[in-house]
Nanobody
Framework: QVQLVESGGGLVQAGGSLRLSCVASRGTVSTSSMGWFRQTPGKEREFVAAILYPHGNINVAHSMKGRFTLSRDNAKNILYLQMNNLTLEDTALYYC?????????????????WGQGTQVTVSP
């Protein structure tokens, strides 16, 4: 069983920055493809970014490229999402996911484990 705990969300003004963290069970970050997704009420979970096992290739959603950066600390078992130049449209509940079960890293249905989410709210 893999446990994922997100943190770092909060209220920020448009143009500001936040760094989200996802603390994972030991070994998960270094041996699993992991991703970040976000969701707003009434909408499907949206792909944000993923890092793929074993080569560590990182993919970021097109609309977030240049603003969002994914990184990891294998020793601490933490996955990060640095978010810069936030806009109102970035307001959402952000989730960390692990153990990709198929090739499509952007499909939330292909991840086996999820955290509880951390809320990001961007104000004008």
């Amino acid at each position: 069983q893999v446990q994922l705990v997100e943190s770092g969300g909060g209220l920020v003004q448009a143009g500001g920055s936040l760094r989200l963290s996802c603390v994972a069970s030991r070994g998960t970050v270094s041996t699993s493809s992991m991703g970040w997704f976000r969701q707003t009420p009434g909408k499907e979970r949206e792909f944000v970014a993923a890092i793929l096992y074993p080569h560590g290739n990182i993919n970021v959603a097109h609309s977030m490229k240049g603003r969002f950066t994914l990184s990891r600390d294998n020793a601490k078992n933490i996955l990060y999402l640095q978010m810069n130049n936030l806009t109102l449209e970035d307001t959402a509940l952000y989730y960390c996911a692990a153990r990709l079960t198929a090739a499509d890293y952007s499909d939330h249905k292909k991840y086996a484990y999820w955290g509880q989410g951390t809320q990001v709210t961007v104000s004008p």
